[in-house]
């Protein structure tokens, strides 16, 4: 009979070594985009057998949709982590904010992969049978808190939960992936701390001054 205890060894190394290919395929496709990108450089980064890699992934392709689901996935658990559910409305939305804006901040990675998937009109995503059941929870989560406001005559009611979190996620977005361009259109420099504070301090009053009644 097989080793129970051998089995899960392999499993984890498994588990260990596929971790070892994405976080070296975020660092690739983050820098290259995805038509860029090498499946050599990739298993040089890792440190594996370029074989290794297919055997796991198949393709540059399922690679990549692996790198996007899995980046996805990490955004979702720290959002979970926040427990939104046990803050007062107001904060809970306030929270949600801030933390979108600084994730972004904190991982440029996040942004430039769906820089690159958007240039492939969303075609990796689109097969995913993951990305759906990871971003529901959020979505249902912020309709609850909505929902919690409008029941505490805080927050006006007919307010999407899915339109709010793209505002939310789009002003962020937009900015921090267009700094060049607008850093030089308006002769400001927009990545200095300062101007960091500004801009999360004007995404916080929109959005709260958007569901807020009064």
């Known amino acids: 009979m097989p080793d129970p205890a051998s089995a899960e060894i392999r499993s984890r190394d498994a588990d260990r070594s596929q971790q070892v290919i994405l ?6 496709f983050s820098s290259y985009g995805l038509a860029g990108a090498r499946m050599d450089r990739i298993a040089e980064r890792a440190g594996v057998n370029k074989r290794l890699i297919y055997y796991y992934f198949q393709s540059k392709d399922a690679l990549f949709l692996a790198v996007l689901e899995n980046t996805y996935a990490r955004i979702r658990q720290a ?9 007062p ?5 306030r929270r949600l904010t801030e933390f979108t804006w ?3 901040i ?3 990675e996040f942004l430039t992969l769906l820089n ?4 492939h009109e969303g075609q990796h995503l689109a097969r995913s049978a993951r990305i759906s059941e990871m971003n529901s929870p959020l979505i249902e989560t912020l309709g609850e808190i909505l929902e919690r406001g409008r029941r505490e005559k805080l927050f006006r009611g007919g307010i999407d939960a899915m339109q709010l979190y793209v505002s939310i996620a789009g002003m962020a977005y937009f900015y921090l992936s267009n700094h060049y361009t607008l850093s030089a259109v308006f002769g400001r420099d927009l990545m200095t ?9 004007h995404i916080c009053d929109v959005v709260l001054g958007y569901v807020l009644r009064n």
């Open 23 to 28: 976080d070296a395929a975020v660092a690739e």
């Open 79 to 87: 959002e979970q982590a926040l427990r939104l559910h046990d803050m």
């Open 89 to 93: 409305p107001a904060q809970a939305i």
């Open 102 to 104: 600084n994730y972004y």
């Open 106 to 108: 904190e991982h440029p």
């Open 116 to 119: 690159s998937e958007n240039l």
């Open 193 to 201: 701390p300062k101007a960091h504070q500004e801009r999360l301090s």
